[in-house]
């Protein structure tokens, strides 16, 4: 395996999707998933300190975000498509058991499939949930709208249908980092489908399922009111339901826990050492 500063790249097939990512490290498998609109460099924020201290360390691109193929439909980016892709990823890298850690989209995608697969799970990391059992119609225009935006005018045209943080403190850093993550993607159309596609798939029937996962669980939440679609409380009740779980958060006023790779990756890491 590759050190810590040197991934190895991959492509692997599932289905006739081409995924790409790369991987880094020896010892427990830790598989880290992204969320919407995002690739695999934004769920640590490319830090290395998994792989540094001991943790075999995959980060991957979702069918058509990053540089991953697009799927052959223009609706197949329902959240089954997106736990299809992981079990492919798991069997092509030779993972019999690892640790599944993913932001917003890429939380609800680890613990769908370790609803259906909780043997090949030593651990789930689910930072900022969103999924709280419903899809409501009633929020599924601003998608649309980012989705229209992206398809019509690039970068900038989702720049200007998303709705910026009102806190003027975090407004500019914010938008020059949906900037940057847009600009990563080879298929901004692809992108476009998911938009449309992933909010309104359901990634589990119902809360009550996470009631009995036997599976030990870190979920991170934040307090950060500039980005209402992932409410802490969403969080505070995955902590609540799920059998083996603890809730870690930032500090009052601080910044969000999932913005800084390398204290979360710290907490992760320590997480799978005395789970």
Do not use: C
Not at 72 to 92: I, T
Not at 245 to 251: G, N, P
């Amino acid at each position: 395996m590759t050190d810590a500063n040197n991934p190895l790249q991959f492509e692997l097939k599932s289905g006739s999707v081409t995924l790409r990512g790369e991987q880094a490290g020896d010892g427990e498998a830790v598989v880290l998933l992204h969320g919407l609109t995002a690739t695999r460099r934004y769920v640590v924020m490319g830090s290395r300190y998994l792989p540094s201290h001991g943790r075999r360390t995959v980060a991957y691109d979702a069918r058509g975000h990053g540089e991953s193929d697009p799927a052959g439909e223009h609706d197949a980016y329902e959240y089954s498509d997106l736990v299809a892709d992981l079990g492919s990823l798991l069997e092509e890298l030779g993972l019999e058991r690892a640790m599944l850690a993913g932001a917003s989209m890429g939380a609800h995608t680890a613990l769908a499939y370790a609803l259906a697969h909780p043997e090949r799970v030593s651990g789930l990391g689910l930072i900022t949930p969103a999924f709280d059992g419903h899809v409501r119609e009633e929020g599924l225009g601003e998608w649309d709208a980012l989705a229209d935006g992206l398809e019509r005018g690039g970068v900038e045209g989702f720049v200007e249908a998303w709705t910026p943080p009102a806190d003027e403190r975090w407004r500019e850093t914010a938008t020059i980092v949906v900037r940057q993550r847009l600009a990563r993607h080879r298929h901004p159309k692809a992108v476009a489908d998911a938009l449309r596609v992933v909010p309104r798939s359901k990634p589990f029937d119902s809360l009550d399922q996470l009631e009995e996962l036997d599976v030990p669980a870190l979920v991170v939440g934040s307090r950060d009111e500039s980005d209402p679609g992932h409410p802490f409380a969403v969080a505070e009740e995955y902590a609540r339901r799920l059998p083996r779980a603890r809730l870690l958060v930032e500090e009052p006023g601080k910044s969000p826990l999932a913005w800084q790779g390398a204290q979360l990756s710290r907490a992760i890491d320590e997480f799978l050492t005395v789970s």
